[in-house]
Every structure is written in structure tokens, then in C-alpha cells.
């Protein structure tokens, strides 16, 4: 964790300080300046007429003369004004904003040193013995990445979260343990679904405080439960790989995920429930690569596929029950390419075929082949050379 605190000791940059010459020699210049054009801008006026000769004095000067001549000495005096009254404004503007911007840089510089000491301080706490300590540590954490001031440092936030839920488990399966030790696991495992929690609450449409497209990097963490049901995942990169689906229930019912890339390559699920029913994969590429299926209850019930790859390359469906009814796969590709059915039930049945081009060509086990809708539906393509007993579909058929 020094690393990321000295991360934000850095931040933000230094302004450089305002620099004025002095009012006076700034005046003194405008009005030479000044007497200067004014008196080119008459040679001017002078030489377009022609230089025409004046007429001899008179005795005394005429009243007109004279008004004439106190016009032109307030004129010229109006003219030095403006000049000195614009000076004088634009400096003070200046000064002003060199104030406004000397109070924002000592503004964010508190701001920052606040979030340093709330960090290390929920830093220490994460990794304390009691779980009544962490638990106030995580939510010490999401309060700090709710009011994190740039992307940036809430990202950083986040980033160690996931760190937690990536670290070693332990399970209480085992029923040999001695109870102190169950406890100690039980207390491990709220805080693993706290941390679970406070990032799919802030995955919610219309949530206070939003960390959508923000990365999530949960690959090789343990789920016996959690609920992202309506999360939205707009990220760059959504990481689920190695993720080990393990017991209870997980759901990522109705959530969306949106774009980018989102990976469970070589996930585990091996116990429980994960459900992905009315869930929405939009433009985005999925991965399934290398993951097996051995003993859970996976739901893709009314999911909806729309453009993107889905990639089931070399999954293992080897138990267990893998369910895409009424699931809508419009556009895009899901490829089953050297996936493996052992002995899964997976189940398309009433599924819609709307564009998309689902494929099983180049199966390396076709020992308990999926259920298909009974008609021929077109972008399904099934694998040659491998006998079909479970519907009316043709081989290599699409």
C-alpha cells in the first residue's frame, strides 16, 4: 500500500506563481505608448490631406480656437484615464484569479492529505485480526472511493478491495476444524461478502454514488455467494478469470454488462447456483475459455445476447446443469469450439435464435450433446462427425 500512497502524495501539481511587472512602469509605458500612436495616428491623418499649409497667427486666440484646444487636452486626458483605468482592472483581474487559483491548489492539497490519512488509516485497519475491525475498514474504504476527487484514486480504492477478496481462502467445509478456527473463517467470509456488497450496490442504476466504469480484477477469488443481480459492468475490463464459483448462490441476475472485455477464462464452477438469468451482454466480449462446469447450476434463462464474441473455447461440462432457455441470441458469435459435454445437462430449449451464429463445430466431446429446439434453426451449427441424439438437427446444419 506505500506504493499507491506515495502515488497520491504526487497529486495534484504544482501551479506556478503569478509574476506583474510594477503598476508604474506598466502605466508609464501605456501612456508613452499612447502619446506615441496618437501622435503617429495625426502625422497620418496629416499626410493624407496633403500637409496643407497653415495661415499666419492671428493676434490672440479665438474663443473658437480655445474651446477646441480644451476639447483636445480633455480628450487626450479621457484617453490617459481609459488607458490607466484598463491597466489597473486587468491587473486587479489577474490578481484575483492568481488568488483564486493559490486557494484551489491549497484546497486540493488538503483535500489530498485527508484522503492520505484516511487511506493508511483504513489501510492498518483491513488487516487486523478481528473481523469486527476489518468490517469497519471496508466500509472506511467505500466512504474513502465515494468521495475520492479524480477516477484515478477511487480506481485505487477499488484496486485493493479486489487485493482482499483475492487473497487466499479458507472454507468451512471441512468438519474436522476446531471451532475457533470455524469462527475465525466465518468472520473471514463477511467480510469477503461485505466487500461483495459495497461494490454491486454501487453498480446500481440510479445509486448515490457510481463506480461504473471502473476495472474490477476478481480473478482467482472464491464466491459462496453474492449478489450483483442489476449491476451494470461499463468497464474496460471486467475480470472474473480462475474465479471459483464454489457454493450458495451467485447472481448476476439482470445485470448488464456493457462493452469492453469481460473474462471468466478458466473459471471453477463446481457448487451451488450462478445465475445469469435477464442478463444483457451488449457489444462486449465474453469469455468462457477453459472454464468447466462440474457440479453447479448455471442459468442463462432469458439472458440476452446482442453482438460481441462469447467464447466457450475448451469449456468442460462435465455435471451438473447449464440452462439457456428462452435466452435471446441476437448477433454476434457464442462458439463452443473444443468444449467438452460429458455428462452436463445443458439445455437451449425455446431459446431464440435472432442472428446470432452459435457454434459447436470442432467439439472434442460430444458424449452428452446439448438439447436444441426440435426445429432447424438457423446460426446453429453443429459439430460433424460426432452422432446427434438429442434432436432432429442435421449435422454441421445452420
Known sequence: MQRSTDSVNSWPERRPRL?????????????????????????????????????????????????????????????????????????????????????????????????????SSAGEMLGHDSPAVRLAAIQALAALADDAPTHQLRQMVIDVLCAYLRMPQWTSETKDIPQADRIFIEGHREVRHAIIRAIASRLQEGTAVSWKGHDLDLTRVVFDGGDFSGAVFSARSINFSGAMFTAGRTSFARARFASGNVGFNQAKFSG????????????????????????????????????????????????????????????????????????????????????????????????????????????????????????????GSG
Open 272 to 395: 451451488g447456483e450462478v445465475e445469469f438469468t435477464g442478463a444483457e451482454f451488449e457489444d462486449c466480449n465474453l469469455w468462457f475459455h477453459g472454464a468447466s462446469f462440474e457440479g453447479a447450476k448455471v442459468y442463462f434463462n432469458g439472458a440476452k445476447f446482442r453482438g460481441g464474441i462469447t467464447y466457450f473455447n475448451f469449456a468442460r461440462f462435465i455435471s451438473g446443469s447449464v440452462n439457456f432457455q428462452w435466452a435471446e441470441l441476437s448477433g454476434g458469435v457464442i462458439d463452443f469450439h473444443f468444449a467438452e459435454f460429458q455428462g452436463s445437462s445443458i439445455t437451449l430449449d425455446d431459446a431464440k435464435f435472432m442472428g446470432a451464429k452459435v457454434t459447436f463445430l470442432g467439439a472434442k466431446d460430444w458424449s452428452t450433446p446439448p438439447s436444441f429446439p426440435k426445429h432447424g434453426t438457423v446460426g446453429l451449427i453443429l459439430p460433424k462427425g460426432f452422432p446427434d441424439s438429442s434432436s432432429d438437427l442435421k449435422e
Open 19 to 119: 509574476r506583474l511587472a510594477r503598476i508604474g512602469l506598466v502605466i508609464a509605458l501605456a501612456l508613452t505608448g499612447s502619446i506615441l500612436l496618437a501622435s503617429a495616428a495625426l502625422v497620418i491623418a496629416l499626410w493624407l490631406i496633403g500637409f496643407p499649409a497653415l495661415s499666419p497667427p492671428t493676434s490672440g486666440l479665438s474663443l473658437t480656437v480655445l474651446l477646441d484646444l480644451v476639447k483636445i487636452s480633455f480628450g487626450v486626458t479621457a484617453g490617459a484615464g481609459a488607458v490607466i483605468a484598463v491597466i489597473v482592472a486587468y491587473r486587479r483581474q489577474k490578481v484575483v484569479e492568481a488568488a483564486e487559483l493559490r486557494a484551489e491548489a491549497t484546497e486540493q492539497r488538503e483535500v489530498t492529505k485527508l484522503f492520505n490519512e484516511r487511506y
